[in-house]
């Protein structure tokens, strides 16, 4: 998938949690930083890749994602897999809350909002004709459904024309029939 549909659908998943998963409390440096922290953790599987949105983000990012790019060796290894969503998420949890000024932003927040982000990445990942490593290092990829010629060409014509408009249509679904919920969500924000 590309960048542009991953960040609709880490956007529509954090929203669509958001409304069953409401949390406790929330304030507005926290939701602007979770919906950011929610498009990052859709980048992070890819940052195998050199020319990846994130390394754009840092100072020398070119640089660094030129190196991660030697590492890593392939697209689609560590990153995609359990291994790497529970690395990630172990180190996000040590030193997110190091980072943050837990009296203006959650650390708890932000870190389910990545992890929504980057599980939404592999969920998409899965449909494209590639799949996912899902156990690496064992040398089997996963793929929704499991017959690879059903799957979609990343980038290609049926993730432009249908499943980037189906995930907008159903973004606007979701928000005209869970109103109330949205609605109560932003009126907790203090």
């Known amino acids: 998938m590309t960048a542009r549909t991953h960040d609709i659908i880490a956007f529509t998943s954090l929203v669509t949690v958001s409304v069953y998963f409401p949390p406790d409390k ?3 440096m926290t939701l602007f930083s979770a919906i950011i922290a929610a ?14 949105r994130i390394w754009d983000l840092l100072p020398a990012g070119q640089t660094v994602g030129k190196i991660f790019r030697r590492i890593f060796y392939k697209h689609r290894t560590i990153t995609h897999s359990l291994l790497g969503l529970y690395g990630i998420y172990k180190g996000l949890e040590f030193i ?7 009296g203006f932003i959650d650390p708890k927040i932000i870190l389910f909002s990545v992890m929504v982000g980057y599980i939404s990445h592999l969920i ?15 040398p089997v990829d996963i793929g ?9 060409k990343a980038g290609g014509t049926v993730e432009k024309f ?7 249509i159903y973004f606007i679904w979701f928000i005209y029939t869970k109103q109330p919920s949205l609605v109560a969500l932003l009126q907790s924000v203090n």
Do not use: H
């Open 26 to 28: 929330l304030n507005l």
């Open 96 to 102: 997110l809350p190091k980072i943050f000024n837990t």
């Open 162 to 168: 249908i499943v980037f408009p189906a995930v907008l």
């Open 144 to 152: 929704i459904p499991p017959i690879k010629a059903f799957r979609i």
């Open 39 to 52: 498009d990052l953790g859709a980048l992070i599987p890819d940052m195998d890749q050199a020319g990846n």
């Open 124 to 138: 998409a990942d899965s449909f494209t004709k590639e799949g996912l490593p899902l156990f690496f290092p064992l």
